[in-house]
Structure formats: structure tokens, C-alpha cells
């Protein structure tokens, strides 16, 4: 048996787990700005990363940072994310990917945040946030 298979068996083998951070600022103009970044929580490093967020009751105003507004090939408002070059060790560090500024297009509804983010050798991750 081979020594990867054994590790999966056992659940020895190292695996990267990144974690989707944000922080979310109200402007006064009736802006809003979501500043994005990852961080891997997991065991492994996390090489060609990446991640889509898509958004309910938003009309994206800016992306700045690594992000791209994606909005254009896909249905609805939706930023990407990808590094196919580098990785995110596992220390503990964010790391800083972009921000978006938005506006929310029923102002007395929540904005949804789904997220998806991915990595070589890891399977999708979905999550999603309310504010």
C-alpha cells in the first residue's frame, strides 16, 4: 500500500483549510465596503487558491486589490479570487486579497454573501454570511 493511501486512512495526512475574513464598513455616502481576506487554518500549505463570492440585494460599485468583478460571466453580482502561482502557509497570517464596495439595492434588506473557496487537492468549501 502506498504511503499517501495510508495517511488518508489514517488521517495523518496534512491538509490546508483556508478561512474566508472579512470586515464590513458603512460609508457616509450610503457605500458600503467589505475588505476580504484569507487566512489557513489548516495543516498544509494551500497552493493555487482561490474563491468566488456572490451577492444578494448588491449593485458592486468598485473591486479593487486581486479581486475581479466577474458579474459580467456570471448571473448576479459575483467576485473572483485565484493564485495559481503562489500559496498561503499555514501560520496564522491573513492575507489582504481586495475589498469591494457596494451599494445594497433594497436598503432595508440583508445582504447575502455566498462564498466558495478552493484549493489544489482539497475539495470546495460553501459557506455563507448575513449582515
Known sequence: ME?????????????????FDYKHLKAEDGTEHLSIRLQNVGRAVAKCTGFLVEFQNVELVDVDGALRNASAINAGPIVQYD??????????I???VGAVRFRRV?????VILKMT???EGGQPVESQVQF
Do not use: C, T
Not at 3 to 18: I, N, P, S, T, V
Not at 106 to 110: I, L, N, T
Open 3 to 19: 504511503h499517501l493511501d495510508l495517511e488518508d486512512m489514517f488521517g495523518r495526512r496534512r491538509k490546508a483549510a483556508l478561512k
Open 83 to 92: 493564485n495559481n502561482d503562489g500559496v498561503i502557509h499555514p501560520n496564522g
Open 94 to 96: 491573513l492575507i489582504y
Open 106 to 110: 433594497q436598503a432595508h434588506q440583508s
Open 117 to 119: 473557496s478552493y484549493f
